[in-house]
């Protein structure tokens, strides 16, 4: 399958401690983009990163990516409860960058 | 700026019936992606539309299943004769500038959560 792994599929933490997600994928990319989603709504965009880039922060959140491994990362730094939610790397392809290929995603539950 | 919009947010139809599933990009964007979302599942790409032009339906089924993107009002996705397995969550994205722009941060709509009894 070219859609790739992400792991852990299911990540429960305490509110405070950090919080990494991993995402691999098998096809050359042009970008990979980060999304959450909170049970039953809508994607909400959290980072794009390129694929001739290493790393991104945006706020408490720092993606990492590595084309050699084709591997990426989501670092989520002093976790809150609010950040309960599933979070999905999507992955443009070189291509076809329109046609992202999602994960099935991370579950993250942080206990406060 | 209003974000995309998608309606009906929840629709209940018999099987055999039609469903049509409504996007209203956000303001100033002019592509629209359509994905379907299958329980604890990732998105999976269906189509990717420009005004009145389709330009990548790979992902959408041959049968049943049809998208347009007038001129002028919002992009549909339409289902002829659902049957069970259609039941899924809809989703669509936009982004400013689709191919031209190279690497484009889609975003999405809330979703429109489909149940065929």
């Known amino acids: 399958s070219q859609q790739g792994e992400e792991d852990p599929q299911a990540l429960s933490i305490q509110e405070g401690e950090n919080a990494t997600m991993n995402c691999s994928y098998k096809t050359s990319i042009n970008n990979l983009q980060w999304y959450r989603q909170n049970s039953g709504r809508g994607l909400v965009h959290l980072i794009l990163i390129r694929s001739n880039e290493r790393e991104k922060h945006s706020g408490r959140l720092r993606v990492t990516l590595d084309t050699s491994k084709k591997s990426s990362s989501l670092l989520i730094t002093a976790s809150r409860a609010a950040d309960t939610a599933s979070y999905f790397c999507a992955r443009g392809r070189m291509d076809s960058s329109y046609k992202l290929i999602f994960g099935s995603g991370t579950r993250l539950l942080v206990r406060p | 700026n209003a974000g995309v919009m998608q309606n009906p947010r929840h629709l209940v139809r018999r099987r055999g019936q039609e469903a049509r599933l409504r996007c209203s990009p956000m303001?100033?964007?002019?592509?629209v992606y359509w994905y379907r979302q299958l329980p604890e599942e990732g998105l999976k790409f269906m189509v990717y539309?420009?005004?009145?032009?389709?330009?990548?339906e790979s992902g959408m089924p041959k049968e049943r299943f049809s998208a347009e993107f007038p001129k002028e009002g919002p992009s549909i996705l339409r289902i002829q004769q659902v049957v069970r397995g259609d039941s899924a969550a809809y989703f669509c994205?936009?982004?400013?500038?689709?191919?031209?722009?190279?690497?484009?941060?889609?975003?999405f709509g809330p979703g429109t959560r489909l149940t065929v009894l």
């Open positions: 303001k100033g964007h002019s592509h």
């Open positions: 539309l420009q005004k009145e032009n389709i330009i990548d």
């Open positions: 994205a936009s982004s400013p500038q689709g191919l031209a722009g190279g690497t484009d941060t889609q975003y």
